[in-house]
């Protein structure tokens, strides 16, 4: 597609519930990224994919954190037991190249799902 | 670790006047360099990015950004803001050597321009 998008845009679930946020990166792009952006924040590093393989989780804050990208392309960031300290806008970016906007980092984001826990 | 300081929170100007937003990272050697913009109707557009070579970089919508390194800063510059500059600015660092390059962010500075 043109650009990243991101489904859905909003969405409202009651703690203990699962959620599942959906990214469709640029085609072809190799590298995508989830970032967690929570109110008067930075986008804060969740996790990294290069195509399929998920090299590196190290900023999912729990294991109730999961994403996968199966075939490369579209990638799926699901919380399970959402608690309301979960609750932010979550980004996916994509990037061309195996590090980023061929070897140079840069970052093509989606608009963001905003998620609210009550 | 890589880290990026935005010691300014909230900028408020008036439209026409002069614009600097700070920007301080904590690496090593020379990373790359990024800010980006983010607002409700655009999303997260580049506005520039330092790599290397000259240090002034120029960007988008008439900013530009000059690499300091003595001082560790990118600090982001516009001679005259436009009503439509109003957003929040971030500051991205990307450490150019290893296996993947994660870009790390500062807390943003939101810009307030008044008529």
């Known amino acids: 597609g043109a650009g990243v998008s991101q489904s859905p845009r909003y969405k409202v679930a009651k703690r203990g519930q699962d959620v599942a946020l959906r990214c469709d990166p640029i085609s072809g792009h190799v590298s995508l990224f989830w970032y967690q952006q929570a109110l008067g924040q930075g986008p804060e590093f969740l996790t990294y994919?290069?195509?399929?393989?998920?090299?590196?989780k190290s900023g999912l804050p729990s294991d109730r954190f999961f994403a996968e990208r199966p075939e490369g392309s579209v990638s799926t960031l699901k919380i399970q037991r959402t608690q309301q300290e979960d609750s932010a806008v979550y980004l996916c970016a994509s990037s061309h190249g195996l590090a980023g906007g061929g070897g140079t980092g840069e970052l093509f984001f989606g608009e963001g799902s905003r998620l609210t826990v009550l | 670790a890589q880290s990026v300081t935005q010691p300014d929170i909230h900028i408020t100007v008036s439209e026409g006047a002069s614009l600097e937003l700070r920007c301080n990272y904590s690496?090593?050697?020379?990373?790359?360099l990024f800010w980006y913009v983010q607002s409700p109707d655009q999303g997260h557009p580049l506005l520039l990015k330092?790599?290397?070579?000259?240090?002034l970089v120029q960007g988008i919508k008439g900013f530009e950004a000059e690499f300091k390194r003595s001082q560790s800063s990118f600090n982001l510059r516009k001679p005259s803001v436009h009503w439509s500059d109003a957003a929040e600015y971030f500051c991205?660092?990307?450490?150019?050597?290893?296996?993947?390059?994660?870009?790390?962010f500062g807390i943003g500075t939101k810009l307030q321009v008044i008529p």
């Open positions: 991205a660092v990307v450490d150019p050597i290893g296996g993947y390059q994660k870009v790390t």
């Open positions: 330092y790599f290397s070579g000259d240090t």
């Open positions: 994919f290069q195509n399929e393989a998920q090299l590196d």
């Open positions: 690496y090593g050697a020379t990373p790359y």
